[in-house]
Nanobody, 125 residues
């Protein structure tokens, strides 16, 4: 059974940084991707960043490109989201997701089979 556990959320002032971690257990796919999504109150869940497990290609939403970096450890069991220059609009619940197969839409929620419970990020102005 695949489990994804996020950590690293918190409250920071605008301009601050945070690093989120997602530890995956029971996830053995080498052909899938892992990603971070976020959902603010009253808004739809949006894909923030994704990484293809094989080769490590990365994908970013336009709103975070240049500020966020997604990475994975060598074993591919932990994925990180380093967030710099945080803005109040980045405030949201952040979710880790994993797919068993790369389908070519890495920032679409439909790509992913597995989801974590989320970690809250709050950025104050």
């Amino acid at each position: 059974q695949v489990q994804l556990v996020e950590s690293g959320g918190g409250s920071v002032p605008a301009g601050g940084s945070l690093r989120l971690s997602c530890a995956a257990s029971g996830y053995t796919s080498s052909s899938g991707s892992m990603a971070w999504f976020r959902q603010a109150p009253g808004k739809e869940r949006e894909g923030v960043a994704a990484i293809y497990r094989r080769g490590g290609s990365t994908y970013y939403a336009a709103s975070v490109k240049g500020r966020f970096i997604i990475s994975q450890d060598n074993a591919g069991n932990t994925v990180y989201l380093q967030m710099f220059s945080l803005k109040p609009v980045d405030t949201a619940m952040y979710y880790c997701a994993a797919s068993s197969l790369f389908r070519g839409t890495p920032l679409s929620s439909g790509e992913y089979n597995y989801w974590g419970q989320g970690t809250q990020v709050t950025v104050s102005s």
